[in-house]
């Protein structure tokens, strides 16, 4: 395992030409957005942008999710991404028949757990958010997913996300890094979360790193950890008994499945991995594998463990998988330091002020 890494990680410092070329390109375009040469559009409404500076998982979904849940109605509320790694174009809300395919599997499962919540995707969010108003007009809220370099739409208050193990003020413009944006972009952030944080993260680690970091004198930085939910039977609402101490297949497509295969090697006899690409759409010789390396274990007390995102792709293999024990469960942020409240009352604040403007 220790050799791939060395040679993508040689691979990478190679291609540090194309990483200037490509930093190069960056600061342009956010050198004359900075300059008013490209305009940013603002919108009668609150618009709060969750993202990052990186590409990978940061936990960015389960953040909108946890958003959803401490907002208000969802009903009043719509969500709108990009739609990433989904095989339609342009502009989609979700309906009740949509697909993962139509949609992309992150608001798919967003819209499957608040279904009176509107979820749209579109690549130009600049043209889908005046649609997004026009089909759902009594939306006064809109959660823009993955858009902190989307810098065409100016949202109100912008939540940017880093990790833990690979804070932006460490790392470098794609390819050599996973930089998509330059480091001082965050300085568009009202709030800075470090996710993915040990649950063991100290007060004194806290500090070292939001020195690091060197927020602005408006910004905040909090930490968070990431917990897993209970797991629960594939298909069914209610929570089943864990797999904990059983032998388990873990199951994903994931960027980051670090968290959830520590967990794993904590709580778990033993366990088998089957790893498939970040987003990847099953096919039925996927399905095939899968039931082939549940065979193998030859242990009927084995279960199947995957996680919600990776569920909602498994779908449309529902009936061919329905004799399989397939648990799933997911990722959700614990705020760390007893300081959630703080980002919450950054949040209400953020959303009185608006409706001050609003009917002033």
Same mark, same amino acid.
């Given at each position: 395992m220790l050799f791939p890494k060395i040679f +993508?990680?040689?691979?990478? +410092?190679? /291609?540090?030409p194309v990483s200037l070329l490509y930093g190069i390109g960056i600061f342009l375009r956010n050198w004359m957005y900075d300059k008013n040469i490209l305009r940013s559009a603002s919108f009668g409404l609150p618009?709060?942008?969750v993202g990052n500076? $990186? &590409?990978?998982?940061?936990? @960015?979904?389960?953040? &909108? #999710?946890?958003l959803v849940n401490r907002i208000g109605d969802p009903k009043t509320l719509a969500v709108l991404s990009r739609g990433y790694k989904r095989r339609s174009k342009g502009y989609r809300l979700a309906q009740p028949d949509s697909t993962v395919a139509e949609l992309g599997d992150e608001? /798919?499962?967003?819209? #499957?757990?608040y279904p009176d919540l509107s979820v749209a995707v579109c690549e130009q969010r600049l043209l889908a958010i005046p649609q997004l108003l026009q089909d759902r007009p009594n939306v006064n809220c809109i959660l823009l997913d993955d858009a902190h370099q989307h810098r065409s739409i100016h949202p109100g208050f912008h939540i940017l996300l880093t990790d833990y193990q690979n804070l932006f003020t460490r790392d470098f413009f794609m390819p050599t890094g996973d930089l998509r944006d330059e480091r001082r972009s965050y300085r568009r952030a009202d709030v800075i979360v470090v996710t993915k944080c040990p649950a063991t993260t100290t007060v004194q680690e806290a500090a070292a790193i939001r020195q690091e970091i060197d927020p602005l004198p408006h910004q905040q930085v909090f930490f968070t950890s990431q917990v897993l939910e209970k797991p629960r039977q594939w298909h069914k609402p209610q929570y089943s008994r864990s797999p904990l101490k059983q032998e388990v297949l873990l199951v994903t497509g994931i960027a980051n499945p670090t968290i959830l295969k520590s967990w794993m090697e904590e709580e778990t006899a033993s366990y088998h991995f089957l790893p498939f690409p970040d987003h990847h759409l099953f096919n039925i010789n996927d399905i095939r594998e899968i039931r082939d390396q549940y065979r193998k274990l030859q242990n009927p007390d084995a279960w199947i463990l995957t996680? $919600? @995102?990776?569920? &909602?792709r498994l779908l449309p293999f529902a009936q061919?998988? #329905?004799? /399989?024990p397939v648990y799933v469960t997911d990722y959700e942020h614990q705020f760390l330091f007893e300081e959630e409240i703080i980002f919450q009352q950054r949040i209400q604040h953020f959303l009185s002020q608006q409706k001050i403007r609003a009917h002033g």
């Amino acid at each position: 395992m220790l050799f791939p890494k060395i040679f +993508l990680r040689s691979f990478r +410092l190679l /291609l540090f030409p194309v990483s200037l070329l490509y930093g190069i390109g960056i600061f342009l375009r956010n050198w004359m957005y900075d300059k008013n040469i490209l305009r940013s559009a603002s919108f009668g409404l609150p618009l709060i942008s969750v993202g990052n500076l $990186a &590409v990978g998982g940061t936990g @960015k979904s389960p953040f &909108v #999710q946890y958003l959803v849940n401490r907002i208000g109605d969802p009903k009043t509320l719509a969500v709108l991404s990009r739609g990433y790694k989904r095989r339609s174009k342009g502009y989609r809300l979700a309906q009740p028949d949509s697909t993962v395919a139509e949609l992309g599997d992150e608001a /798919l499962l967003l819209y #499957q757990r608040y279904p009176d919540l509107s979820v749209a995707v579109c690549e130009q969010r600049l043209l889908a958010i005046p649609q997004l108003l026009q089909d759902r007009p009594n939306v006064n809220c809109i959660l823009l997913d993955d858009a902190h370099q989307h810098r065409s739409i100016h949202p109100g208050f912008h939540i940017l996300l880093t990790d833990y193990q690979n804070l932006f003020t460490r790392d470098f413009f794609m390819p050599t890094g996973d930089l998509r944006d330059e480091r001082r972009s965050y300085r568009r952030a009202d709030v800075i979360v470090v996710t993915k944080c040990p649950a063991t993260t100290t007060v004194q680690e806290a500090a070292a790193i939001r020195q690091e970091i060197d927020p602005l004198p408006h910004q905040q930085v909090f930490f968070t950890s990431q917990v897993l939910e209970k797991p629960r039977q594939w298909h069914k609402p209610q929570y089943s008994r864990s797999p904990l101490k059983q032998e388990v297949l873990l199951v994903t497509g994931i960027a980051n499945p670090t968290i959830l295969k520590s967990w794993m090697e904590e709580e778990t006899a033993s366990y088998h991995f089957l790893p498939f690409p970040d987003h990847h759409l099953f096919n039925i010789n996927d399905i095939r594998e899968i039931r082939d390396q549940y065979r193998k274990l030859q242990n009927p007390d084995a279960w199947i463990l995957t996680t $919600a @995102k990776d569920a &909602v792709r498994l779908l449309p293999f529902a009936q061919e998988m #329905q004799d /399989l024990p397939v648990y799933v469960t997911d990722y959700e942020h614990q705020f760390l330091f007893e300081e959630e409240i703080i980002f919450q009352q950054r949040i209400q604040h953020f959303l009185s002020q608006q409706k001050i403007r609003a009917h002033g």
